[in-house]
């Protein structure tokens, strides 16, 4: 049995942090779903803005566009909703299988919003709209101003996928937007089920601390903060406030692991994948990990509801002085940076490739 079918099985759904049109057009997705159980898809603007940046799959798309008298932002959000479209209609009957807790993909609004609370719930509605998939999540950042946009969009009955969350504190906060979201709801009378999941970023703990600490603490720190987040994710399980919505017809909002491609060559490359064995969990991870896991992974032991050692391996960190507290906020403010330098990107090249296009006729 292949290692990712050991994980699915353990109970852990695998999504691929990955697309691109050639992807879909090859057969090459849903092969991964037949033979890497792969049950869902993540994207953002890094993925498209390669995928279009490196490839011609595109380029008769956006020549259409163009002649249509599209562009920029909204001649991108057409071709990443065709894209999204097509997968989640290979993982349609994973969802319905499932009963919507699997089988998800997932659209990014656009990073310029990240501190606009109004302009981030009007675009998750309307993106969702657009899409019209019941299994499209569309993603907003925990940040403080994203924090009312998620509780808005899930009382408006939007599925969002709460990324750029680095800390317990930060995923704990996105938990309760969520949960004000769906109790707002059974107040109003509406249905209760609204999926969401809650992205908690790994690998960037270990990028920032790297060569500051002692050796022995190399590439543990991801995954301590992971384990501390997953301590919080069983208790808000088990808490009284939530399991009364459940009983009304919620779903619980599923923790995702991030950013879980090893960017440290010295090791392992299914590193965060081994660690963060947990059922009743999302691991989305970039497609070489993916392929890594399937030819030569190992399945770690199961996260331990308590955490383990993850507070012993967080306190050796602050005593190598690292604020553990300090450091999630820069990562937050960091990646919600980053992501608008990948937009920047992504609309220059959507930008170029429409003028040479249409140029050449």
């Known amino acids: ?21 050639g992807l879909l057009l090859s057969g090459t997705l849903r092969r991964y779903i037949e033979d890497l159980s792969v049950t869902g898809l993540t994207s953002n603007p890094t993925i498209f803005d390669h995928a279009i940046k490196k490839s011609a799959e595109y380029d008769d798309a956006i020549r259409q566009k163009v002649r249509q008298g599209k562009s920029g932002e909204g001649l991108f959000f057409e071709l990443a909703i065709e894209d999204l479209r ?9 969802h319905e299988r499932t009963s919507g807790v699997d089988g998800w993909v997932s659209l990014e609004v656009s990073p310029l919003l990240a501190h606009d609370t109004a302009g981030t719930i009007a675009a998750a509605k309307e993106l969702h709209a657009l ?14 101003e994203g924090l ?9 009955g939007v599925p969002v996928n709460v990324t750029l969350l680095f800390s317990r504190e930060q995923y704990v906060a996105a938990a309760e937007a969520y949960l ?11 249905s209760a089920d609204v999926a969401s999941v809650a992205s908690l970023f790994i690998s960037r703990w270990d990028v920032a601390v790297m060569n500051k600490t002692p050796d022995a603490l190399r590439d543990q720190l991801g995954i301590a903060v992971a384990r501390r987040a997953y ?4 208790d808000v399980l088990d808490d009284p406030r939530w399991q009364r919505v459940f009983n009304a017809g919620a779903r619980p909002q599923r923790l995702l692991w991030a950013s879980t491609g090893t960017k440290d ?20 991870m970039p497609e ?13 032991p199961i996260v331990p509801a308590d955490g383990g050692d993850c507070e012993e391996v967080l306190a050796r960190f602050a005593a190598s002085g690292i604020d553990i507290d300090a450091l999630a906020v820069q990562l937050q403010d960091e990646g919600a940076a980053s992501f608008v330098a990948s937009w920047d990107d992504l609309l220059k090249c959507v930008a170029s490739k429409s003028e040479a296009l249409k140029k050449a006729g």
Not at 135 to 142: A, D, S, T, V
């Open 1 to 21: 049995m292949r290692p990712t079918q050991k994980l699915h099985d353990l109970g852990q759904s695998l999504w691929l942090d990955h697309i691109t049109r």
């Open 148 to 156: 009312p946009a998620i509780e808005e969009a899930i009382f408006a």
């Open 231 to 234: 301590r919080a994710y069983r």
């Open 180 to 190: 004000r979201g769906i109790e707002r709801r059974i107040d109003a009378g509406r």
């Open 288 to 300: 070489a990990t993916l392929k890594a896991l399937a030819d030569h992974g190992e399945i770690g």
């Open 265 to 284: 060559p010295k090791a392992s490359d299914i590193l965060y994948i081994r660690a963060l064995a947990a059922p009743f969990t999302v691991n989305t």
């Open 131 to 144: 899409a019209a998939r019941p299994n499209l999540f569309i993603k907003i950042p925990g940040t403080r």
């Open 86 to 94: 097509q997968a989640a209609d290979l993982f349609g009957p994973i």
